[in-house]
């Protein structure tokens, strides 16, 4: 995919298991809260891109942020204020005002995405499950990490899980 450079942070924010599994049946696996929190506090004020399976699967638009949604179906109906595109182009042209836009899934946008992104955070979910929808590999020839946090499991965690930084080499 041919993108023009864009002028702000664009990241890609993600949460995936130890085999590499991002979701399973349009859906989450695994409900980590302060992943949850911190997912809250990353994009809250800010464009969050996403495909249309993605944003079906939550229940209502997320408050106090900017919801672009891809997809290639025509007259798609969303609620008021929802920007609807038809390519992962098209969605960064419209967060363009928006100094660090977040790519919030799903599979397919991700690697698309791949391309493009300047960071990602990442949760790493220090457990595998069954999934059908999977991150591709981050290459550390094209990605280097520049933080990472580890979180033992908990009364609130059913699993360990890390906050990784990679920043575009």
Request: net charge negative; aromatic share 10%.
């Amino acid at each position: 995919m041919k993108t023009k450079k864009h002028t702000s942070n664009l990241t890609l924010i993600v949460a995936v298991s130890e085999n590499d599994v991002i979701g399973k049946d349009n859906d989450l696996i695994w409900q980590l809260r302060n992943d949850l929190k911190r997912f809250k506090a990353l994009t809250s004020g800010h464009c969050i891109i996403m495909g249309r399976k993605t944003f079906e699967s939550f229940p209502k638009p997320l408050p106090n942020r900017t919801h672009i949604v891809i997809t290639r179906q025509q007259n798609y109906n969303v609620p008021e204020g929802v920007i609807v595109v038809n390519s992962l182009e098209a969605a960064i042209e419209q967060a363009k005002d928006d100094e660090n836009p977040f790519i919030i899934g799903g599979g397919e946008i991700y690697k698309q995405a791949l391309a493009v992104v300047d960071t990602i955070e990442f949760t790493r979910v220090h457990h595998t499950f069954e999934g059908d929808t999977f991150f591709p590999l981050i290459r550390e020839d094209i990605w280097e990490e520049t933080g990472r946090v580890y979180n033992k499991k908990d009364d609130l965690h059913e699993f360990d899980f890390s906050y990784i930084t990679y920043k575009r080499r």
